[in-house]
């Protein structure tokens, strides 16, 4: 931990004319993430200033979809009747993460913005490129297991641990920001980057770039998200998948399917996006597809058993999406989200 | 009615929930400071130089200790009571911390920095500068250069770790049909809720040093020795304080740097220092269950005999602790086998010390025992429960002992009938509901039933209350709760009026809670003192003309429902707080003591059960859900149900971690821990914990004490990862012998 300032902001504008000049500045919300790393060193802000009590706390009918402010929690977001009725997938990724407790402090502009469970990048005596850039990449040659099949680079490996930034990229929602430069919209999927040989950025946001709300956009089709986990509960995604789909006439109209845990952003697979539409939906298609999906997959020493749960769970997720398969439990619930379901006998409640 | 074996609540729950009981982080010390610890990045080497003018410039620094200024320690003893500190087999790290710059696993500590608020310290820690000289770490069991046999398990005769029963060898080349399996288990880590904590404080008593502790220690007077020695002090000079600990599964005994750092830092500053740890510091100071490879081999007969079995482990320890995972424990005494080897091998790696874990080898042991023995079944088409019975073990293998107690035969009995093992169809693989395998395993149980010797004070006060007290320990197990039971029956008082206290040096002697002995040591030592005071106060009442007892002899005398009365009419007597209050006594005290006696040398004492698991595999994604967990245990007579059920359930549940999720990974390279936060590293969830059912017999032991009581703070945990393992073989057919049984273990590849 290291000594720094606190400062509660007034408004957004005030927010970013804190942040922006200043490199050692953060913006702090429900400080989840943050806080974590300050205590363990690996953040280390000089100024944090407050958005988390920001006007930006209200969910609202926007161009036929849904604009929910950059300060509503977790909790609230994912039991919002229209986000749980019209954007299951929202839910269920919200759900199926992190704890109630984390849940309620969480925002939704915090939650895609936390960092990567990379263990060396929790760990300051390592050589990291995101922690440090130019130190080196202790994931690499070490322990694995939670890291990257798609897009890393020489200089980190790490995936994006977020669920919700998995639903949100196959849903192409919007992220309305307001920079130094006045506001800006940018696509779900743009605002993650890859590693690149610039690891330490994990968006394209610029510092003091402040969110101010996440658009979801009109839509009428059907969303849902799996998660798998090495516990029932509480525990982040080894593997993910979000679909989000249209259907008519029996047939597939537009899929996006974005995968989570395989790379340093949601994974779109557009190669199979294209291949699903206007297609039959099938077992068979799917499986095709889940095995295109994998086909440039770049597994590491611990963490090739990704390849074989991704294809399954993408298959799995398409099934249950296009109603092949039924859900697990109720859509835009934590039961619908986890694949294997709770220990006992119980089944999910219906 | 005796307020033993009722399901009274935990008389400290409320203190608990309310966050009135006082842990050791919590005590408010005036004058206390902060300690930081700055702790080894590297695994093996020297600390070439270490910068510390930045820290001790920084903000509220008071001082910064390294190896090159600390104070000087005397070394550990050799022994303390009866368990061997050093060498191979001893329990501890002999290597005294802060006293060279030599570095022999990461996360060891290489300073303290105190300040005067715990933040100014952590920020002060974070400009400590080490430069390294580093060496290649020894990371490997099977390349380490040091392995060593070690002879016994903590200096116990009665427990070597080298050991052959007849002639395995032959037996093996002759029998009809032979398995050889390989088991391998993780390292894990205690990671009890409430971390490591020390306070201390230096005073001057009588011109002389005097140390006061608040440790989380639940070895008081273990603690208390190894304080006085390594700081060269009288034994009377030492006062350790811990009335509560949140936890400790094996931790918080065995090692001692962290409450030496805090002393050291203590004396340095001259002011009361805390030194609370960190989460991360737990996977480096705390202990660990060490990593294990485990070779069994069984000889049979084709109807299931077993007439050879051999038990070979290789398992690790620290450079400087010789602690070894003993795990042929089960294997030794389950099953009426008559040639039998076990070989325990020790690979001194630059890793943390290990230390017992609950179930310290019964645990990691008994898996692969009970797993392998499910493998024999199959192989020999044979139930896994009829096995087992065929080898019914009549006496202790090993050494031809009669039980004290044993009704294992009921215990499969009932355990079968509760998860409804018959129903099954035992083919493995042939079980499925939707996109889920579905299998049923089973492993038997075991643990001993130890008994140590301690004291307990026992006082009557004037007002009828009564005040129990041994320096015995409240780990969240319910002692405090199950001596009040033991102490209101054996004063013939109601609980409401009796008083338990423990977690204090100063008390009367109690042992280290540990092995599962707490409850069958102190609770015949209560009893003991209960039994001198009331002796006491007959004699007073006796000599009292005043009394209605007056000129009755003691033996003529008992209690009754807080009065002494005649035993030949018993409506002749009087309250207690009379006889004291007629006296003008404010109190009457006794002190007295219980210890096991010759029945040790007679009896084979342990508690046995059998557990059974229904799993759920989906082996697509590889998740694995434990849907049942049934346990019959044979635990002895209980003082407390609730309790008990709480002890055994919790048990069970880490058991289930072990088996479904909990590894420390340390860095192949460098040997740091990998994960060290517990949303990485995994213990169970609520959701994955079944709803367990267990039972007990409840038939008391009539060889260990006249309570009849066994402990039960280990069984729950073992057993249970052999018949999850076992359920998963059931499910798919596929035999896992690495734990834990993680998705990528399990999912199709
Ligand atoms: C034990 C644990 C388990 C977890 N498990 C999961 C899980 O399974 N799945 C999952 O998805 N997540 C999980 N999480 C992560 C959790 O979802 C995030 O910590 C949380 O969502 C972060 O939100 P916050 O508001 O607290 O962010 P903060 O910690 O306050 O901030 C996070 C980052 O966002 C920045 N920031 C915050 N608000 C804004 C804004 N308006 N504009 C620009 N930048 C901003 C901050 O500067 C900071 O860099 C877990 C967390 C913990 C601690
Ligand atoms: S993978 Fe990325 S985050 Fe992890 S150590 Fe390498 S650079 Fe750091």
Redesign the interface.
């Known amino acids: 931990?290291?000594?720094f300032q606190y400062q509660r902001a007034e408004s957004a504008e005030q927010a970013v004319a804190a942040v922006a000049p200043n490199p050692a500045a953060t913006f702090i919300a429900g400080g989840t993430s943050h806080v974590d790393l300050m205590?363990?060193?690996v953040h280390r802000p000089a100024l944090l200033v407050d958005v988390s009590a920001l006007p930006l706390r209200e969910i609202s009918a926007f161009e036929g979809g849904l604009r929910i402010g950059a300060g509503v929690s977790n909790t609230a977001a994912a039991y919002h009747a229209d986000v749980q009725r019209r954007y299951p997938a929202v839910s269920e990724a919200l759900l199926a993460g992190a704890s109630m407790q984390i849940r309620n402090m969480a925002t939704m502009a915090g939650n895609p913005l936390q960092r990567t469970?990379c263990?060396?990048f929790?760990?300051?005596?390592?050589a990291c490129n995101k922690r440090q850039p130019g130190s080196g990449c202790?994931a690499i040659?070490?322990?694995n297991?939670?890291h990257a099949l798609f897009g890393a680079s020489a200089a980190c490996i790490a995936t994006h641990p977020s669920d919700l930034a998995v639903a949100l990229s196959a849903l192409d929602a919007r992220v309305q920001t307001l920079g130094p430069r006045g506001p800006r919209t940018i696509a779900f999927p743009e605002l993650h980057r890859l590693p690149g040989d610039t690891p330490h950025l994990d968006t394209v946001l610029a510092h003091g770039e402040l969110i101010t709300s996440i658009d979801l956009l009109a839509f009428t089709g059907r969303s849902h998200y799996l998660k798998?986990r090495?516990?029932?509960?509480?525990?982040?995604a080894?593997v993910s998948c979000a679909v989000a789909l249209e259907m008519s006439g029996g047939k597939l109209q537009r899929v996006r399917v974005a995968l989570g845990g395989v790379a340093h952003k949601p994974w779109r697979l557009p190669a199979v996006e294209a291949m699903l539409a206007e297609q039959p939906p099938s077992e068979k298609l799917f499986r095709a597809a889940a095995q295109a999906a994998f086909a440039d997959a770049r597994p590491l020493k611990?963490n090739?058993?990704k390849v074989?749960?991704g294809r399954?769970?993408l298959v799995?997720a398409l099934l249950e999406t296009s109603g092949l398969r039924p859900l697990q439990g109720p859509a835009g619930t934590a039961f619908a989200a986890?694949?294997?379901?709770?220990?006992?006998?119980l089944a999910a409640p219906r | 009615m005796p307020a033993t074996g009722k399901p009274l609540d935990r008389v400290d729950g409320r203190l608990k929930v309310t966050g009135a009981a006082r842990y050791t982080a919590e005590w408010d010390v005036p004058g206390l400071v902060y300690g930081a610890v700055v702790d080894s990045?590297i695994a093996h080497g020297t600390v070439q130089a270490i910068d510390v003018a930045a820290a001790r410039n920084a903000p509220g620094v008071l001082a910064v200790l390294t190896h090159e200024n600390a104070p000087r320690l005397q070394p550990l003893p050799d022994k303390v009571g009866e368990t061997q500190f050093r060498g191979e087999g001893g329990i501890t790290e002999t290597r005294q911390p802060l006293q060279s710059a030599a570095i022999e696993y990461a996360g060891q500590p290489l300073a303290v920095v105190v300040a005067d608020t715990y933040?100014r310290a952590?920020?002060a820690a974070?400009l400590v500068r080490v430069t390294y000289a580093g060496q290649a770490p020894q990371l490997a069991m099977a390349t380490a250069s040091r392995k060593t046999l070690p002879e016994t398990f903590l200096g116990n005769n009665k427990e070597k770790l080298q050991v052959t029963v007849g002639n395995p060898e032959a037996a093996l080349a002759a029998a009809p049909v032979r398995l050889e399996a390989v088991y391998e288990s993780a390292i894990t880590h205690h990671n009890p809720l409430e971390l490591l904590a020390t306070i201390a404080r230096w005073e001057k008593r009588d011109g002389a040093d005097f140390l006061t502790l608040y440790d989380t220690t639940r070895a008081l007077e273990v603690l208390q020795e190894v304080m006085a020695t390594s700081l060269a002090l009288p034994k009377e000079s030492v006062h350790v304080i811990c009335p509560f600990i949140g936890g400790a599964f094996g931790a918080k005994g065995w090692l001692y740097a962290p409450p030496l750092l805090t002393a050291m830092a203590a004396r340095v500053v001259g002011r009361p220092v805390k030194i609370e740890w960190?989460r991360?510091d737990m996977f480096a100071v705390a202990g660990q269950r060490a990593a294990t490879r485990q070779t069994l081999t069984l000889g049979a007969t084709r109807d299931g005999r077993i007439t050879a079995l051999r038990h070979d482990t290789l398992t690790h320890s620290s450079q400087s602790s010789g602690f070894t995972e003993p795990c042929a424990r089960v294997s030794r005494m389950l099953y009426a086998v008559p040639n039998m080897s076990f070989a325990h091998q020790l690979a001194h790696l630059h890793l943390p010390s290990p230390c017992p874990m609950r179930g310290p080898g019964e645990t990691v042991g008994g898996w692969a025992l009970e797993c392998a023995i499910d493998e024999l079944a199959a192989k020999l088409n044979l139930d896994p429960v009829e096995l087992r019975l065929r080898n019914y073990a009549e006496k202790n293998p090993e050494t031809g002992k009669p039980w004290s107690s044993k009704h294992l035969r009921e215990c499969y009995a009932r355990g079968r009938q509760l998860i409804g093992w018959d129903a099954r169809n035992p083919q493995p693989r042939s079980m499925r509901e939707g996109t889920q395998l579905i299998g049923y395993g089973m492993a038997t149980t075991m643990y001993p039933a130890g008994r140590r010797e301690a004291k307990a004070r026992a006082t009557l006060f004037a007002d009828g209350r009564a005040l129990v007290q041994s320096a015995t320990h409240e780990l969240g197990n319910g002692a405090y709760t199950v001596f009040r039971q033991i102490s209101a029956d054996a004063l013939a008082l109601p609980v409401e009026r009796v008083r338990f206290e423990l977690g204090d040096s100063s008390l009367p002697s109690a042992p280290t809670t540990g092995g599962s002995t707490t409850t069958a040591t102190v609770g015949p030592a209560a009893q003991a003192a209960a039994q001198a005071v009331l002796e006491a106060l007959k004699s007073l009442a006796g000599r009292d003309p005043a009394s209605p007892l007056h000129g009755a002899a003691p033996e003529a005398i008992e209690a009754r429902e807080g009065r002494l009365v005649l035993k030949s009419s018993p409506a002749t007597g009087e309250e207690y707080g009379a006889i004291l209050r007629r006296t003008k006594l404010p109190s009457l005290v006794a002190t007295d003591g219980a210890k096991p006696g010759e029945e040790r040398e007679k009896y084979s004492f342990y508690s046995f059960g059998a557990v059974f698991a229904q799993v759920?595999v989906?082996e697509?994604?590889?998740?694995?859900?434990?849907?049942?967990l049934c346990g019959v245990y044979d635990v002895g007579r209980l003082m407390n149900p609730k309790t008990a059920h709480s002890q055994i359930i919790g048990g069970m549940a880490m058991g289930l971690g072990a088996t479904?999720?909990e590894a420390t990974?340390y860095?192949?390279?460098?040997g740091?821990a990998?994960?060290?936060?517990l949303?990485?590293y995994?213990v169970?969830?609520?959701?994955?914990?079944?709803?367990m059912q267990v039972e007990w017999l409840g038939i008391p032991d009539p060889h260990i004490s006249e309570l009849g009581a066994r402990g039960i703070g280990e069984i729950g945990c073992v057993g249970t990862a052999a018949a999850i393992t076992n359920a998963v073989f059931h499910a798919t057919g596929r035999r896992l012998r690495s734990l834990p049984l993680?998705?990528?273990?399990l999912?199709?590849?």
């Open positions: 931990m290291h000594p205590k363990e060193d469970r263990p060396y929790r760990d300051p005596t390592q202790a040659g070490g322990y297991h939670v798998v090495e516990r029932a509960s509480y525990a982040y080894l611990h090739a058993y074989p749960m399954d769970l799995r986890s694949v294997g379901g709770v220990a006992g006998q | 990045s933040e952590r920020h974070t960190r991360q759920r989906d697509a994604s590889g998740t694995l859900r434990v849907a049942r479904l999720m990974h860095d192949a390279r460098t740091r990998v994960v060290r936060n949303a990485d995994h169970p969830s609520m959701a994955d914990t079944p709803d993680t998705p990528d273990k999912v199709n590849s």
